[in-house]
Structure formats: C-alpha cells, structure tokens
C-alpha cells in the first residue's frame, strides 16, 4: 500500500519532503533533495514515452528515494518486487491525495515505470525502477516559480492588453530540433490558449518571439530563435490560428536572469 501525505513544514534543508509517501517494503533516504533557487527544471515525460509532449515545469524542486524488497516466504526466500504492483499502488496513492494523472507509462521489459500528476500549479512524479533486481522509487514535487506560471485564459487577454506581452514556458527542447507537429505541444496548455485569445479578439495581432538557451554564435543564435519561433506559429495556425494575424520577432536576453527563465516565447500584441 502506497500513501502520499502532505508535510506541512518550513523549507529547511533537513526539513521533510511535503510530498512523504508511505511504501510498502520500501525505505526512504534519511535525505530530502531540494533544488537549487526556485527555478530547478523537470521533464514530463508523455504516456509513450516519447519527446512530443514534453513537460518543462521551472519552479522549487524537492525529491526522496527509495530501496524497496520483496517479502520473505515461510523458507525465507525474498520474493522479487511487483514493480507494476507498485507503480500501481503509487498512482491510486496520487489519486487518493487529489492529484489529477496527467501521464502514466507503467515499467515493462526493463523500462522504468514513470508517473505524472498535477494539482493546481504544481506537480508531482514518480519513478519506479529496476536495476538487475535492486528495486528504487523516486518521488518528486515541483512547484512553479511565480515568473513561469502562465495566467488563467480568462485573464490572459486582460494581460496582455495592459502590458504589452506574456511570457510562455515548458516547451520541450526537442521542439526546436525538429519540424513541428500539433502534437509536439501537447503538454503545454498556453499555446492553445493563444489560439482561443486571438479567436476571442478578432482584430488582434500578434508577434511570436522566441529565445533559446545560447547558441555557438550570434548569427546561428539568431537563426534558431527565428526557426523555433516559426514553429510555434506553424503550431498556432494548425490549430486554428489565422498565419495573417501572426508574425515572428527575435526573443530579448536579460543577462540578469537564469537560463531557464531567458529561455521562453514571448507573445507580443501589435498595436
């Protein structure tokens, strides 16, 4: 039986994690491993294991580990470890706590079991593993730093007329490696928001401006910023977009920010 309880406690280092499950045959590190700052990076893997509907969530990261064995019999044989029993057990335990499943790949031939939940703005996963036998859980629960939350639809309009531009973050690096495809965003929920915005505001027009994390040189920099932009819009319009109400500009750097939090799109209203 897996239980995940919520921890209310200050976040010191040798504070718990808030998100202590209880597991069955299992034992936790003494250890809760934070992040640095408040803008540690985590992937969202999607139900098929695959990059297309990646998940990148900045914000506070905590994570414990677990050794789990199985039971010993009447002849003190330890039983190997139900890995998919276990993963099984974690997502009702996600469940039980109110935490919506937003992916779930269980482990098979070898492959890790991962789990991904949300409540709210924040989430959590969990990783079942198993190495020649040594079996280990790894909890995580990420919340968002202020800077990398997105405004509810209903206020991004409100926004974006008052200040001119929103930020969007957690698009998977692997989108700018590629030809995009309406599925390769799944997992991002601002981009369809803009697509309902610009349904919702006929007359507006909007630049797309994407900045990535460096390049070898300013020239190339440049070159993918433009072609990573272009493949947002080449989402937008899939999904509905009008192309002649949209336009792509170059991402502005803030050498005063982390890399995580440069690397974003910016929409733009053209006024």
């Known amino acids: 039986m897996l239980l995940f309880v919520g921890v209310a406690h200050a976040q010191g280092d040798d504070a718990p994690c808030s998100l202590l499950p209880t597991l069955e045959g299992c034992t936790a590190d003494d250890e809760c491993n934070r992040g640095e700052g408040s803008e540690s990076f985590f992937y969202l893997p999607d139900a098929k294991g695959g990059k297309n509907g990646e998940r990148e969530v900045f914000g506070a990261r905590e994570s414990v580990e677990y050794e789990c064995e199985g039971k010993e019999d009447d002849e003190g044989e330890t039983a190997p470890v139900d890995t998919v029993a276990l993963f099984n057990s974690a997502k009702k335990g996600l469940q039980a706590g109110k935490w919506s499943i937003a992916s779930a790949r269980p482990p098979k031939d070898g492959d890790d079991g991962i789990l991904a939940a949300r409540k709210g703005d924040e989430w959590a996963s969990v990783t079942v593993a198993n190495e020649d036998g040594d079996v280990t859980v790894e909890v995580t629960r990420i919340v968002p730093a202020e800077w990398a939350k997105l405004p509810p639809t209903a206020e991004l309009a409100a926004k974006l007329e008052k200040e001119g531009r929103v930020s969007i973050y957690g698009i998977a690096e692997s989108s700018y490696e590629k030809a995009v495809e309406p599925g390769d965003f ?85 006024r």
């Open 186 to 270: 799944t997992a991002n929920e601002g981009l369809d928001a803009i697509v309902k915005l610009l349904k919702s505001k006929s007359a507006w027009k909007l630049r797309i401006e994407a900045k990535i994390d460096g390049g070898p040189t300013r020239v190339v920099f440049e070159k993918m910023n433009a072609e990573w932009a272009q493949r947002f819009v080449a989402y937008l319009v899939a999904k509905g977009a009008d192309p002649k109400r949209l336009s792509i500009g170059q991402g502005t750097d803030h050498p005063e920010w982390s890399a995580a939090r440069n690397e974003r799109i910016d929409i733009v209203l053209v």
